[in-house]
T-cell receptor, first 117, second 112 residues
């Protein structure tokens, strides 16, 4: 496997279910990100992990719980979601976000299409 | 309030012609700008970027122009090819921050 992979690619869940999204990067990066993309809206950054430490949490509801056990893996645990949480969830990775004034490009996985019934 | 705006949800261009995608921003602290391209069922892929110390960056058929006084950037694709049909996202970053702030995207359709 190369690049950034995400599983599952599609997920349908009820509001009372608990599920997890998984992201794995094979690029040797040390920063990982979760984004939410709703229809016709900008990508919304949810969480950033740098060197396995959470450095950003953009006021995301507690029903979304991230976990970064090591620099290659990132999880998003989901519980008691709402129908409005239905969206494409994208994982990305990069070298440390800013070095020497340049911005380190983020590499994205294919996303998980989540539907909450 | 959106800090990065792509006001055209879609754009249709004849194959071989120039495609011009526009992006406006409001935060004067942004100092790095990127364009990403996204095909259906795939994640966004990086296309080209520009630092605020430059006003132009070129890579093959793709050129990004930055007008800091107008807080405007544009992506030019010439000549446009059918494989360029995708959604294009503009994103911006400030030195002090990890975050990329994204526009809502413009769907580019290249007509044969």
């Amino acid at each position: 496997e190369t690049g950034v992979t995400q599983t599952p690619r599609h997920l349908v869940m009820g509001m009372t279910n608990k599920k997890s999204l998984k992201c794995e990067q094979h690029l040797g990066h040390n920063a990982m990100y979760w984004y939410k993309q709703s229809a016709k809206k900008p990508l919304e950054l949810m969480f950033v992990y740098s060197l396995e430490e959470r450095v950003e949490n953009n006021s995301v509801p507690s029903r979304f719980s991230p976990e970064c056990p090591n620099s290659s893996h990132l999880f998003l645990h989901l519980h008691t979601l709402q129908p409005e949480d239905s969206a494409l969830y994208l994982c990305a990775s990069s070298a440390r976000p800013r070095t020497s004034g340049a911005y380190n490009e983020q590499f994205f996985g294919p996303g998980t299409r989540l539907t909450v019934l | 309030d959106q800090q990065v705006k792509q006001n055209s949800p879609s754009l249709s261009v004849q194959e071989g012609r120039i495609s011009i995608l526009n992006c406006d921003y409001t935060n004067s602290m942004f100092d790095y700008f990127l364009w990403y391209k996204k095909y259906p069922a795939e994640g966004p892929t990086f296309l080209i970027s520009i630092s605020s110390i430059k006003d132009k960056n070129e890579d093959g058929r793709f050129t990004v122009f930055l007008n800091k006084s107008a807080k405007h950037l544009s992506l030019h694709i010439v000549p446009s090819q059918p494989g360029d049909s995708a959604v294009y996202f503009c994103a911006a970053s400030a030195s002090s921050n990890y975050q990329l702030i994204w526009g809502a995207g413009t769907k580019l359709i290249i007509k044969p």
